[in-house]
């Protein structure tokens, strides 16, 4: 019923930027916290930037300052913009979503497949 698509990453020279798009589709009646995650290998994902419907942000220490998260509300998109990046933001980051279905009471939380980011020279 919902899709949850991310793109944007890729490998970039430390120092460079990237900018990572989550796309929420299907029979959506409205998004609230939308939410970007991240998991290196051997180590527990953990949370990076979330947005809330009214457009207040909040940033993991390790990125505040470099990272900027926004939504679009008539596109169901949420960005995170990297700059800055270093060595250790390499990962796999995740878009993660709460979404009241059309028709159905409450909401559900979803998860996007990941996309690589991965900062190296």
């Known amino acids: 019923q919902v899709q949850i698509v991310e793109s944007g990453g890729g490998l970039v020279q430390p120092g460079g930027s990237l900018r990572l798009s989550c796309e929420a589709s299907?029979?959506?009646?409205?998004?609230?916290?939308m939410d970007w995650f991240r998991q290196a290998p051997g180590m527990d994902r953990e949370f990076v930037a979330g947005?809330?419907?009214?457009?207040?942000?909040n940033y993991a220490d390790s990125v505040k300052g470099r990272f900027t998260i926004s939504r679009d509300d008539a596109k169901n998109t949420v960005y995170l913009q990297m700059n800055s990046l270093k060595p250790e933001d390499t990962a796999v980051y995740f878009c993660?979503?709460?979404?009241?279905?059309?028709?159905?009471?409450?909401?559900?939380?979803?998860w996007g497949q990941g996309t690589q980011v991965t900062v190296s020279s």
């Open positions: 299907g029979s959506i009646f409205d998004i609230y916290a």
């Open positions: 947005v809330t419907t009214g457009g207040r942000t």
């Open positions: 993660n979503v709460d979404i009241a279905l059309i028709g159905r009471y409450g909401t559900n939380n979803y």
